[in-house]
């Protein structure tokens, strides 16, 4: 599969998502699809393209509407792990970014949300570009 690049703006770094995309899938052969979104839903990095945005979006109200019925999540759900029949569907958020991947039926959990951790975690250690440290002095 291709990784498709989708630079949301000079202080994303898309080129560091794909290829964190790409070790990811290297890392798990279970994943089918995956993506980085900014914390505000734009895509960044995904593979394959598709409306991930409205997807992740759905995702998150769904993680956020649990708190009403008591089942925890609420609206500041750091993750989601959602199983059916076909196949699983986790994701990860922070501050700046979310991570989801969709994968065959039974990948292991804890190490699907560790590993997409383990991605978030480099995001947000990679520095800015020059570009927009110049935005934000500016």
């Known amino acids: 599969m291709e990784t498709v690049l989708t630079a949301s703006s000079a202080s994303e770094p898309p080129g560091d998502a794909a290829r964190g995309l790409a070790r990811l899938r290297e ?6 699809a995956a993506a ?10 995904s593979d ?3 409306d991930w945005q409205g997807a ?9 509407a649990t708190e009403a019925t008591g089942a925890g999540a609420g609206p500041d759900a ?3 792990h959602i199983g059916t029949e076909d ?21 292991l959990a804890s190490l ?7 991605l978030l975690r480099d995001l ?5 570009s020059p570009a927009s440290s110049e935005e934000v002095s500016a």
Do not use: K
């Open 124 to 128: 947000d250690a990679e520095p800015q």
């Open 36 to 45: 980085v979104l900014t914390r505000s839903g734009q895509p960044i990095a």
């Open 48 to 50: 394959p393209a598709g």
């Open 78 to 80: 750091a993750r989601v």
């Open 87 to 107: 196949g699983e569907v986790f994701a990860v958020r922070d501050d700046a970014y979310a991570v989801v991947a969709v994968t065959r039926r039974f990948a």
């Open 56 to 64: 992740v979006a759905g995702l998150w109200a769904a993680a956020e």
């Open 27 to 32: 890392l798990s052969p279970d994943i089918l």
């Open 112 to 118: 699907m949300l560790a590993d997409l951790r383990a």
